[in-house]
């Protein structure tokens, strides 16, 4: 019922002062954006849903060829951080990683076991990567 969503970021990684100035802020914003997403639709979400960044598939920045995100569960750390409990709930913790256009077109035609078996084959980390290789090669 409850989540709450993490993106792994690089230590090399940098952000502006003022939030939407710096090059990098799109990483903010995605994840803001990610958020929100529930509220605004009245709807959840959970591991394997994916989110575009713009209806026409555009990049979320000029910077980057990123146009989406598919919801994960993290590889990184185990049940007793990503899932905490809070009284008869449980909040749950997930990882957002970002999508290039056709790895979100291959998702959406093949569903997610298939994306996540090319994320397993291609040894795909969690902490975001500009230059990750493409998982469709």
């Known amino acids: 019922k409850f989540a709450e969503l993490m993106l792994l970021l690089p230590k090399s990684i940098e952000f502006g002062k003022i939030t939407g100035q710096g090059e990098n802020d799109w990483l ?4 803001k954006e990610t958020a ?3 509220h605004h639709y009245d709807t959840w979400l959970a591991i394997g849903h994916t989110l575009q960044a713009t209806a026409d598939m555009d990049p979320y920045s000029e910077n980057t060829d990123y146009t989406g995100i598919v919801i994960l569960p993290s590889v990184t750390f185990d049940e007793e951080f990503t899932t905490i409990p809070v009284g008869e709930n449980q909040i ?3 990882s957002v990683f970002p999508l290039y256009e056709n790895e979100m077109k291959y998702k959406i ?3 997610y076991n298939a994306l996540l078996d090319k994320l397993i084959e291609n040894d795909a980390k969690e902490i975001f990567d500009y230059n990750r290789a493409n998982l469709l090669g």
């Open 92 to 94: 749950n913790i997930y």
């Open 109 to 111: 035609e093949n569903g």
């Open 36 to 38: 929100r997403f529930p």
């Open 28 to 31: 903010i914003e995605m994840l």
